[in-house]
């Protein structure tokens, strides 16, 4: 499979941004998929997941209440949604697939064998 995150820009803090992760050369509906971010000087941190059965979702603490993840598996596609932006957001922001996904382990990057180029978010103050 491969990943293509869009969306991200420039914005002032408390504003919105909707992130895209469109996938081809396979049905997005079989993948776990994660959205990780890095910012500057920072390591990799996971934002949140949404399971491919179930859709069940998972957020890091920093993001519960402001983000949210859905997918539309007809459109091979899964959004993230980022309300209340805040600068501490800004980043470059990656859209991964997993197809096996252990417990308790869907924010952590080892688990994605498959990356998308990242998407720059900033949020101005």
């Known amino acids: 499979v491969q990943l293509q995150a869009s969306g991200g820009g420039l914005v002032q803090a408390g504003g919105s941004l909707r992130l895209s992760c469109a996938a081809s050369g396979a049905y997005l509906d079989y993948y776990h998929i994660g959205w990780f971010r890095q910012a500057p000087g920072k390591e990799r941190e996971g934002v949140s997941c949404?399971?491919?059965?179930?859709?069940?979702?998972y957020y890091a603490d920093s993001v519960i209440g402001r983000f949210t993840i859905s997918r539309d598996n007809a459109k091979d596609t899964v959004y993230l949604q980022m309300n209340s932006l805040k600068p501490e957001d800004t980043a470059v922001y990656y859209c991964?697939?997993?197809?096996?996904?252990?417990?308790?382990?869907?924010?952590?990057?080892?688990?994605?064998?498959?990356w998308g180029q990242g998407t720059l978010v900033t949020v101005s103050s």
């Open positions: 949404i399971r491919s059965s179930g859709g069940r979702t």
């Open positions: 991964a697939a997993a197809t096996v996904l252990r417990a308790g382990r869907d924010l952590i990057e080892t688990e994605y064998g498959y």
